[in-house]
């Protein structure tokens, strides 16, 4: 089965500074990979996702990810953080192959400090 | 738009109760899914459906059934609500071929058995 590892369950960043969120997920395939993120008291919403196209996946608000096979990665960076920010951030995972499921991470937590 | 929509934002149940838990999206998707969501766990999939009646064992099914009668409407049955059930639930939907495709999420029910 897949699986996906978020290092840091909690991350935080001054107002203006770099976010990087990392992903790595473990599958002999490359598999789909999202970056969903959940506001507070909401659903979560798909933020960015890689499908096989350009390795670097640029999503909404900023946020961008890089695929490295090598490295078995997905990390989530913002150039700039910007206070609204602030949320839970999920990588999430599905198998090429069977497609049938989702796997989500234990998700991170970003506070930005103003 | 696409809307999933969640019967309840907030449910309080007593143990042994019989609890329902509705979801209804409006964008005609074929894929449905529970999940529940726990601080430090992130989501774990508790059932998904593919098609009208038709229905999958996600990672933790024990204690939950499903139903889906009508292709909008995705119903999670706690049989005899536990204290342990006690979580955010989180109802998603998806067109297509689900494991490439956006899931699209309601805003959660949390329940709470006492």
């Known amino acids: 089965a897949q699986s996906v590892t978020q290092l840091g369950s909690h991350v935080s960043v001054s107002e203006g500074a770099l976010v990087l969120l990392r992903c790595n997920y473990s599958s002999s395939v490359p598999p789909y990979l999202f970056w969903y993120v959940q506001y507070p008291n909401q659903g979560l919403q798909l933020l960015l996702k890689y499908t096989s196209a350009a390795t670097l996946v640029k999503g909404i608000n900023g946020f961008e990810a890089e695929f490295k096979k090598s490295e078995t990665s997905f990390h989530l960076t913002k150039p700039s953080a910007h206070m609204s920010d602030a949320a839970e951030y999920f990588c999430a995972v599905s198998d090429r192959n069977t497609g049938n499921q989702f796997y989500f991470g234990t998700g991170t937590s970003l506070t930005v400090i103003p | 738009d696409v809307k999933v929509t969640q019967s309840s934002r907030y449910l309080v149940k007593r143990t042994g109760e019989k609890v329902f838990l509705e979801c209804v999206q409006d964008?005609?998707?074929?894929?449905m899914f529970w999940y529940r969501q726990d601080p430090g766990l992130g989501l774990r999939l508790i059932y998904f459906?593919?098609?009208?009646?038709?229905?999958e064992k996600g990672d933790i099914p024990e204690g939950y059934s499903v139903s889906r009668e009508k292709k909008e409407r995705f119903s999670l049955i706690l049989e005899s609500a536990s204290t342990n059930q006690t979580s955010m639930y989180l109802c998603?939907?998806?067109?297509?071929?689900?494991?490439?495709?956006?899931?699209?999420f309601g805003p959660g029910t949390r329940l709470l058995v006492l």
């Open positions: 459906s593919y098609d009208v009646k038709m229905k």
């Open positions: 998603a939907s998806s067109r297509g071929r689900a494991g490439v495709e956006t899931q699209y």
């Open positions: 964008m005609d998707h074929e894929n």
